[in-house]
């Protein structure tokens, strides 16, 4: 069985820099793309980005200027830094597994239980 | 990028209606959609992909269907354990954007 394990980062001040882990429990660490995906308040889901096990990204062009991602293949974990936190990226951030079926695109089948951004001065 | 909307925003039902969500993309995208249902406090559950591929382990009330760049949500039959929010998100290109989300709620 998956099962994806994230930390809550705790609270943290404007201009900081978040950063968030996930580790991979059960399953395999290959032949996946594994993705970050946050949820402010009352808004929609929004794709941060991924990257896969020998550390190949794609960011969301909104995001990238200040998103790295990096991947710990011995931990089977992955890591997600976001500088320069406004309060706009307050919410919930999830690690997800991305599946590629080769022939309708890609999902995300197992998610992290999510972890809680607080921003404030 | 692909903007996804979905419709409506908000819908009231009964246990044992039959309801459909839609959600349509802004660009051809074929069947590069996925839905999930998610509840308060919890994350995301992968229902459909490929826009009409049940995943395992989920029950045979829920369907996917397209048409053309419009994609349909139907839960044949509501239980209460499926009250709860739901958001398609297409794979078709990144950023792998999702709809503003549809809650779905007893009347």
């Known amino acids: 069985q998956v099962h994806l394990q994230q930390w809550d980062p705790g609270l943290l001040k404007p201009s900081e820099t978040l950063s968030l882990t996930c580790a991979v429990n059960g399953g395999s660490f290959s032949s996946y793309y594994w993705s970050w995906i946050r949820q402010p308040p009352g808004k929609r889901l929004e794709w941060i980005g991924e990257i896969n096990e020998g550390g190949s990204t794609n960011y969301n062009p909104s995001l990238k200027s200040r998103v790295t991602m990096s991947v710990d293949r011995s931990k089977k974990q992955v890591s997600l830094r976001l500088s320069s936190v406004t309060a706009a990226d307050a919410g919930v951030y999830y690690c997800a597994r991305g599946v590629n079926t080769g022939y309708v695109g890609s999902f995300f089948d197992y998610w992290g239980q999510g972890a809680l951004v607080a921003v404030s001065s | 990028d692909i903007q996804m909307t979905q419709s409506p925003s908000s819908l009231s039902a009964s246990v044992g209606d039959r309801v459909t969500i839609t959600c349509r993309a802004s660009?051809?995208?074929?069947?590069?959609l996925n839905w999930y249902q998610k509840k308060a406090g919890k994350a995301p559950k992968l229902l459909i992909y490929g826009a009409s591929s049940l995943q395992s382990g989920v029950p045979s009330r829920f369907s996917g269907s397209r048409s053309g760049t419009d994609f349909t949500l139907t839960i044949s039959s509501l239980q209460p354990e499926d009250f709860a929010t739901y958001y398609c998100q297409q794979s078709y290109s990144a950023p792998h954007s999702f709809g503003q989300g549809t809650k779905l709620e007893i009347k």
């Open positions: 660009q051809n995208m074929n069947s590069y």
